[in-house]
């Protein structure tokens, strides 16, 4: 044969060996009938090792019902010797072969003459190439022989990497099957915690209206003209039911928003604006109360990059915040700033940062970050009615946003609680 023919032999081969989109035994079925037709073989396999090297595969065979079948490699067989040698082997005549006689008998061969040559990765076998039944002849040649260790040389690398490329399909197949089962089982488990924390929600929920109720019964009794010691239980009794009531307000609140989370609340553009009136027009009467001044001071319109409730929730709670912690007659200033992003992962071109401004005590240095935790409060604050949970519900709502929330001081007395959040469009800027 020419070089030629050789080369477009080999051409042949190769393509079928690095087809990506091919399955393993097919492709191996064709090299096997390209590679026997080559040395004339009738009959033939290609066996790989397995992972564990205990037994060998039968990745393609003549003999199609051997196909896929897994054997033991013992040195008592042919290709078990070449497996645990690495040397390859011809019998021009295998009944001739003192240790190897056995074998045409056992396995019905037609012809008594037999080549096994293995596949190699550097020293290590990882498989064997076996040609038996010379075709339109009674033993294979020597020239033979060396073609098929020749062809076995070439090839180890592409065979081996079409077995890898297998076994990684089979392995990919399996992870996927088993990312399908863990994605069900986890929409399940979502499923029943959503439908626990909206029972849990529902009963707490139910508290409200029977407290509500002692709140103002208890109310109402303090007017009946009780004596200093039954006005004394009352008030203790008033107190502990309106804190039951606060914290079952800030246990919702925090619930919603798991919900939110979960339900992957949009984000999109919102008019600040009427967020802002609305929740200082419902903060209006208990600012007047303590005679504080609640002054909405530099707010240019503007479209920020925000979600209405969570906006009313975060305002409501720096708000009630500012107006609870300052003394009578203070002042309560807020409004917001728009500035220009500088960092390139930032969304938006710009940001507005909100400022809720109060001349009450302030917030001591050390605990500037502290108040934010979940619970924390200030012990000089204990006497004022409060969870401690307002503030980091307002963290994880700006956290939504990608925002930032902080505290600093006012001069010469006073908290300044600002965040960001980014701006979408601007009017009248
Ligand atoms: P709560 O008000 O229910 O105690 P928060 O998480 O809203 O819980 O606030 C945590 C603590 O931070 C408060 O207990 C209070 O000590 C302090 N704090 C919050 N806002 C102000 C403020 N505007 N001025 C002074 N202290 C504040």
């Given at each position: 044969?020419?070089?030629?023919?050789?080369?477009?032999?080999?051409?042949?081969?190769?393509?079928?060996?690095?087809?990506?989109?091919?399955?393993?035994?097919?492709?191996?079925?064709?090299?096997?009938?390209?590679?026997?037709?080559?040395?004339?073989?009738?009959?033939?396999?290609?066996?790989?090792?397995?992972?564990?090297?205990?037994?060998?595969?039968?990745?393609?065979?003549?003999?199609?019902?051997?196909?896929?079948?897994?054997?033991?490699?013992?040195?008592?067989?042919?290709?078990?010797?070449?497996?645990?040698?690495?040397?390859?082997?011809?019998?021009?005549?295998?009944?001739?072969?003192?240790r190897f006689k056995h074998v045409v008998r056992n396995r019905?061969?037609?012809?008594?003459?037999?080549?096994?040559?293995?596949?190699?990765?550097?020293?290590?076998?990882?498989?064997?190439?076996?040609?038996?039944?010379?075709?339109?002849?009674?033993?294979?040649?020597?020239?033979?022989?060396?073609?098929?260790?020749?062809?076995?040389?070439?090839?180890?690398?592409?065979?081996?990497?079409?077995?890898?490329?297998?076994?990684?399909?089979?392995?990919?197949?399996?992870?996927?099957?088993?990312?399908?089962?863990?994605?069900?089982?986890?929409?399940?488990?979502?499923?029943?915690?959503?439908?626990?924390?909206?029972?849990?929600?529902?009963?707490?929920?139910?508290?409200?209206?029977?407290?509500?109720?002692?709140?103002?019964?208890?109310?109402?009794?303090?007017?009946?003209?009780?004596?200093?010691?039954?006005?004394?239980?009352?008030?203790?009794?008033?107190?502990?039911?309106?804190?039951?009531?606060?914290?079952?307000?800030?246990?919702?609140?925090?619930?919603?928003?798991?919900?939110?989370?979960?339900?992957?609340?949009?984000?999109?553009?919102?008019?600040?604006?009427?967020?802002?009136?609305?929740?200082?027009?419902?903060?209006?009467?208990?600012?007047?109360?303590?005679?504080?001044?609640?002054?909405?001071?530099?707010?240019?319109?503007?479209?920020?990059?925000?979600?209405?409730?969570?906006?009313?929730?975060?305002?409501?709670?720096?708000?009630?915040?500012?107006?609870?912690?300052?003394?009578?007659?203070?002042?309560?200033?807020?409004?917001?700033?728009?500035?220009?992003?500088?960092?390139?992962?930032?969304?938006?071109?710009?940001?507005?940062?909100?400022?809720?401004?109060?001349?009450?005590?302030?917030?001591?240095?050390?605990?500037?970050?502290?108040?934010?935790?979940?619970?924390?409060?200030?012990?000089?604050?204990?006497?004022?009615?409060?969870?401690?949970?307002?503030?980091?519900?307002?963290?994880?709502?700006?956290?939504?946003?990608?925002?930032?929330?902080?505290?600093?001081?006012?001069?010469?007395?006073?908290?300044?609680?600002?965040?960001?959040?980014?701006?979408?469009?601007?009017?009248?800027?």
């Amino acid at each position: 044969m020419n070089f030629k023919q050789e080369l477009f032999f080999l051409k042949k081969i190769i393509n079928i060996l690095i087809d990506p989109e091919e399955e393993l035994f097919p492709k191996m079925e064709k090299s096997l009938s390209l590679i026997l037709q080559k040395v004339r073989a009738k009959q033939g396999s290609i066996m790989l090792v397995e992972e564990k090297k205990k037994q060998a595969n039968i990745v393609a065979a003549t003999n199609k019902k051997l196909i896929g079948l897994n054997v033991e490699i013992v040195p008592e067989t042919i290709s078990g010797y070449v497996f645990s040698t690495g040397e390859p082997v011809y019998f021009k005549d295998v009944t001739k072969s003192k240790r190897f006689k056995h074998v045409v008998r056992n396995r019905n061969y037609k012809t008594s003459s037999l080549i096994c040559v293995p596949l190699k990765r550097k020293k290590t076998v990882i498989g064997v190439i076996n040609a038996s039944d010379p075709e339109k002849k009674e033993y294979f040649s020597e020239h033979d022989f060396g073609l098929l260790k020749d062809y076995a040389s070439m090839l180890s690398p592409l065979v081996e990497n079409s077995y890898l490329l297998s076994q990684l399909k089979q392995r990919q197949a399996k992870l996927e099957q088993v990312s399908r089962h863990l994605a069900i089982k986890q929409r399940e488990l979502l499923l029943a915690s959503r439908e626990r924390s909206e029972l849990v929600q529902m009963v707490v929920h139910d508290f409200k209206s029977p407290l509500s109720a002692v709140i103002s019964n208890l109310d109402l009794l303090k007017y009946l003209g009780l004596g200093e010691e039954q006005k004394h239980i009352v008030d203790t009794a008033l107190d502990g039911a309106k804190k039951l009531l606060e914290m079952i307000n800030e246990f919702l609140q925090i619930a919603r928003l798991d919900a939110w989370k979960e339900t992957k609340t949009e984000l999109g553009p919102m008019n600040l604006l009427p967020v802002v009136e609305r929740v200082v027009e419902e903060f209006r009467p208990l600012a007047e109360e303590k005679n504080i001044e609640l002054i909405v001071q530099s707010a240019p319109e503007v479209e920020v990059y925000a979600e209405e409730n969570l906006m009313y929730h975060l305002l409501q709670n720096l708000l009630s915040n500012a107006i609870k912690y300052t003394p009578k007659n203070g002042k309560v200033i807020l409004g917001w700033k728009i500035r220009r992003s500088r960092r390139k992962s930032d969304k938006f071109p710009k940001f507005i940062i909100f400022y809720v401004e109060d001349n009450g005590k302030g917030i001591p240095k050390g605990h500037k970050e502290l108040i934010f935790r979940r619970f924390k409060r200030l012990e000089r604050d204990a006497k004022i009615q409060g969870t401690g949970i307002g503030l980091f519900i307002c963290q994880r709502i700006v956290n939504m946003w990608d925002g930032k929330i902080w505290v600093e001081d006012v001069e010469p007395t006073g908290s300044r609680f600002c965040f960001t959040c980014y701006l979408t469009g601007e009017k009248n800027a």
